[in-house]
DNA sequence: TAACATGATTTGGA
DNA sequence: TCCAAATCATGTTA
């Protein structure tokens, strides 16, 4: 009690922080001031501040009685106060320049990322489009609808994942904000903390949550990276072609073995017949003509079937077409022209063999084929502009030639060509490229109808 | 399950 | 940018 009377004896009249504070206390001033002089308070206040020091010095039960005495003085709130400002003009003073610190550059890529995403932001749709461009990136149209909704469900347990492990964090950054205030405050009443530190206090764990934040966005987003990874990789999720697009793309291949190099709107055209992309198109000719070359022997039957195919086609479309011609029917000019695959269905290469053999010398009675000149000339007369009718009036004198090899092989003639041949790659010349693959078809073939999609110009 | 078939990718050249 | 060639990776078949 002998301290904390002194304490009291000390604060007596001492102006703090601007409050003029009179002295009740009828104990004379320490050192034989009379407290009315300036140099007298400044001892005073240095005598408080002193005692303040050294109560860490004294054991604790002194301390505890100090402390309390401290608490007790009536002028404590005045001198807090002041401790408070002094604190906020010196250290806190550095903390604060760094608080305006502007908004992490990594952590705005990512939350971007994520709403990019469909991981952060709103969840319908989300991830549709990222999902959309990897279905047209993979080029199928019919499987895509399987692998989009699992590419979606993974992302929405991705999704799901971190907006509970997003929670989680929140909600122990606000607990512990929670708890660290309470302290704070707590503390306040024994140590100089005002207000504003505590907010500080509070956004200095808000920076250390969000940098833990920023951990699990980052993990998402690599998840996200992944899963997209494997989604698009084209290569894990090949499927073979459709049969009725592989016979799509084998008919114009064989049917331009002399210069098997769609043009971009045939690719575009078989595109679409085939249900691929045009890119598709391009990788299945590459691959088609890289493989013919290296092995024609292999696809030699392959071609007499679509050669074949080809012809009767062509020989069939003749047939109408000499019909048409003969009934005067200008209106339907390419109704010659519509076969469908159907209409042509044969077992195997020989049973073909011998049809066209039958249609080419008569011996079946069914119409014997004009020349080619005569039949380009019907062909030309016909001038169909669909992708079909085009490729047999410019492929007739082809076909035709093909249609010679094959009665000569059927007869036991040899064309000189060399081995046994049903089908001549006519196409190849000795270097092992396409004769023609420089020039255009349309160039050197006068077979090529004016409407024909197949100019390969771009060769 | 190995061998083959096939669609996609990579690389280098023109 | 397109193509040839080599290669990869997956699908199909015996």
Redesign the pocket.
């Known amino acids: 009690m002998d301290e904390q009377a002194r304490i009291m004896q000390a604060l007596g009249g001492v102006s703090l922080a601007g409050h003029s504070v009179q002295g009740g206390m009828a104990l004379p001033p320490p050192h034989g001031h009379d407290g009315s002089d300036g140099d007298g308070r400044k001892q005073d206040i240095g005598d408080i501040l002193h005692q303040i020091m050294t109560i860490t010095d004294q054991s604790l039960d002194e301390a505890q009685a100090k402390k309390h005495g401290l608490n007790c003085h009536r002028m404590k709130p005045a001198l807090f106060s002041v401790l408070c400002e002094i604190k906020e003009k010196t250290g806190l003073s550095i903390r604060g320049a760094q608080e305006e610190d502007p908004p992490d550059p990594q952590l705005m890529r990512l939350d971007n990322m994520l709403l990019a995403e469909g991981v952060s932001g709103p969840e319908k749709g989300g991830g549709s489009a990222a999902a959309a461009a990897a279905a047209a990136?993979?080029?199928?149209a019919s499987d895509n609808s399987i692998e989009h909704s699992d590419y979606r469900a993974k992302l929405t347990q991705i999704r799901q994942i971190y907006h509970t492990e997003l929670e989680k964090y929140e909600q122990a950054c606000n607990e512990f904000t929670t708890h660290v205030m309470n302290l704070l405050r707590e503390q306040s009443r024994t140590r100089p903390i005002s207000p504003k530190e505590i907010e500080r206090m509070v956004g200095i764990i808000h920076r250390k949550f969000s940098s833990i934040q920023m951990q699990l966005k980052q993990s998402t987003c690599e998840a996200v990276m992944i899963l997209r990874s494997r989604f698009l990789?084209?290569?894990?999720?090949?499927?073979?072609?459709s049969k009725q697009a592989?016979e799509i793309l084998n008919e114009y291949f064989y049917s331009h073995l002399s210069n098997p190099?769609p043009s971009?709107e045939a690719k575009e055209e078989l595109a679409k017949k085939c249900s691929?992309?045009v890119?598709?198109v391009?990788?299945?000719?590459?691959?088609?003509?890289?493989?013919y070359?290296?092995n024609i022997g292999?696809f030699q039957e392959e071609a007499n079937l679509y050669a074949a195919k080809t012809a009767v086609n062509a020989a069939h479309a003749a047939a109408a077409a000499v019909q048409n011609s003969q009934t005067n029917s200008p209106t339907t000019p390419n109704s010659g022209f519509q076969m469908k695959d159907e209409e042509f269905q044969l077992d195997s290469a020989e049973n073909k063999n011998s049809l066209l053999t039958n249609m080419f010398t008569g011996s079946s009675g069914s119409f014997n084929l004009p020349d080619s000149g005569a039949m380009f000339m019907s062909m030309q007369s016909l001038n169909g502009d669909s992708y079909q009718g085009a490729q047999v009036g410019a492929n007739v004198q082809s076909q035709v030639d093909t249609l010679r090899h094959v009665i000569s092989q059927t007869a036991g003639y040899s064309d000189g060509l060399g081995g046994n041949s049903i089908y001549s790659p006519h196409g190849l010349n000795a270097n092992?490229?396409?004769q023609d693959?420089t020039t255009p078809s349309s160039v050197i073939s006068p077979t090529e109808g004016p409407g024909s999609v197949h100019s390969d110009t771009?060769?």
């Open positions: 990136a993979s080029g199928g990789d084209a290569r894990r999720k090949r499927r073979n072609f592989t190099y971009e691929i992309t890119s598709q391009s990788n299945w000719f590459g691959n088609k003509r890289i493989r070359k290296k292999k092992g490229g396409w693959a771009s060769n």
